[in-house]
Every structure is written in C-alpha cells, then in structure tokens.
C-alpha cells in the first residue's frame, strides 16, 4: 500500500487557518508547496508565531500519538498546497505495516527532536533575557 493513497491533496490560499490552537486533532499534514505560520494564543487576542513551516515539512503530527486538543494554529501565509491525512485511517496503515511504521516514527520523532531543541533555545534566551532585565532593574 502506498502512503499517498492514505492523503488528500489539497490547494490553500494563502491566509487561510488550517486548524486552531483547541481544535480537535483529526489529520496531520504535510506541506507541499507554499508556507504555514505556527502559532499560539497569549491572550487578549495577541498571538505569537512560533516557526514557519515550508516545503517538506510536517505539522500537526501530534495527533498520530495522542488525541488531545490542537496546542498550537496553523494557519497559511503563502497560496500553499498540502497532503492531508486523516489519523485514524493512517494509525491503520502503520498498525498493519510494521516496517512501514518504524520508518515513519523515525523520521517523526526525529521532527520532534528538531522542534524540542529550538524551543529549549528559544526558552533558554527568554529565560537569560528576563534575568538580566531583572538584574538591571
């Protein structure tokens, strides 16, 4: 079985939400041309981006492993094409291909190990920088 006959394709404009932070996390997706904006609510209707994602890059990959809420919206900010793939049909395809698994949780977990080691950094300097402000107040 071919791991595209589990997608769909779709063409986004650009400024389009793909899904928002709360959200149910039904699909994950992977772009294929254009870009997505990550990011998350901090209250009275601010949001800060998190990272953009381009060509190649998957998102919203945490519902293969938990069925919890969206954490974060995505939203398009380039016209942009996507595979989407529903999660509950994909978590078939990998319970009946083992092989076929292994190699797609490697290179998620990989993604994962990616994205923790830039938000360690990013919360790293915030943290350095709230503590020199500190000091110099």
């Not at 994950?28 to 901090?42: D, H, L, M, P, Q």
């Not at 919203?60 to 398009?76: K, Y």
């Amino acid at each position: 079985e071919q791991v595209l006959d589990y997608s769909e394709l779709h063409e986004i404009p650009a400024d389009e939400e793909i899904f928002r932070e709360g959200g149910p996390s039904q699909r994950f997706f992977i772009v294929t041309k254009g870009e997505i904006a990550i990011y998350k609510s901090v209250g009275g209707g601010q949001k800060r981006n998190l990272t953009n994602l381009g060509a190649g890059t998957i998102f919203g990959e945490l519902a293969l492993f938990d069925d919890g809420p969206r954490s974060a919206t995505a939203c398009t900010t380039l016209p942009t094409n996507l595979m989407a793939f529903d999660v509950k049909k994909f978590r078939t395809l990998l319970e009946n291909n083992p092989v076929l698994a292994a190699k797609f949780q490697k290179q998620i977990i990989r993604t994962l190990c990616q994205r923790l080691r830039k938000t360690n950094e990013k919360l790293n300097h915030a943290v350095v920088w709230g503590f020199t402000a500190q000091i110099a107040s």
